[in-house]
């Protein structure tokens, strides 16, 4: 059975620590996706305006209720404030527009997908970029005022639960110190290499619930930056075929997949894994059965490498680094 945490006091939002990702997951291939993961107890599916795929996943769940296995209320589902809609004048029409496609009437998570903004193509939301292909910055986001938008949909009851991701520190903590509905969960890069110590810190301290995306080192991401944004990074990592990982994984019978979601499970850290296999999207589930000991979590703790391990910097957005908001400043 799925198990889930609380996100409120009063435990009245439970979300279940594993969900399936589906970034990068075509419109065709993320409904098989989504039926073959909901069909095997999954409840928790994330997406994101920017995935492009909201409206196969609408498709997918009104097909799910149709088949008499399962209800809205019994989902939790999650998408992203894109970052062409992040200013408080537009935060409303997003969320609108990302629900409607999503055939909800609300939403359990809505997250800001990240703090810098772009301005866009009103045709098609692509964000806009200058000659030199770099992308058009807003550099007028205002993410408390985006954020104060987003508590009046809470009060309104369109939205459960408002969270961050891809926030740095300060930013989370500007927000939090703002907030009079605070952060319920931050969403950030966490895998093996770059296991995130100071953001989980500063969370644990502030009661916010930490998701990691790309929980097995989004193996694939790197033919998807090089055919879509003509940018690829040198030495992309290969956290399933660690040899550390490898052993931990024969000890237990289990995959290298599976150990990865654990190590992060037992730190307290919620994971969705994108598949659109189903075998993997059995697997990635199928992690409630063992224990990883105190010695095989000290092992795979000291696989972190950091900022070094960092895979996402959003350099394929050109220009981005150049946003005022742009969270990841150490770097440059
Ligand atoms: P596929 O969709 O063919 O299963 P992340 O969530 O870290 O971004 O990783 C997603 C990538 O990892 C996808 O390319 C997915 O491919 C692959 N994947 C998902 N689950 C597993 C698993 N248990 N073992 C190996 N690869 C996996």
Known sequence: ?????????????????IGLGTWRAKP???????????????????????YNNEDAIGEALQRFYASGKGKREDLFITTKLPHVGNRPSEAEKFLKMSMEKLQVSYLDLYLIHMPFSFFYNGSDYTPLQNEDGS????????????????????????????????FNAEQIQRIYDAAEIKPS?????????????????????????????????????????SSKYNYSLDNFPDILGHPVVKEISENHGKSTGQVLLRHHLQHGITVIPKSSNSERIKQNIDVFDFELSEEEMEKLDSLDKGEEGRIFDFKFFKGAENHPEYPFKNRL
């Open 28 to 50: 065709e291939e993320v409904q098989n996706a989504v039926l073959a993961a909901l069909e095997n107890g999954y409840k928790h599916i994330d997406t994101a305006f920017n």
């Open 135 to 166: 992308f058009q910055l807003d550099t007028n986001n205002d993410i408390v005022g985006t954020w104060k938008v987003l508590e009046e949909q809470v009060k309104k009851g369109t939205i459960k639960a408002i969270g961050l991701s891809n």
């Open 1 to 17: 059975k799925m198990k889930v945490i609380p996100l409120d006091t009063e435990g009245k939002i439970q979300m279940p620590v």
């Open 185 to 225: 969960v931050l969403q950030i890069e966490v895998h093996a290499y770059c296991q995130q110590r100071e953001l989980t810190e500063l969370c644990k301290k502030l009661n916010i619930t930490v998701t990691a995306y790309s929980p097995l080192g989004s193996p694939g991401a790197n033919n998807h930056f």
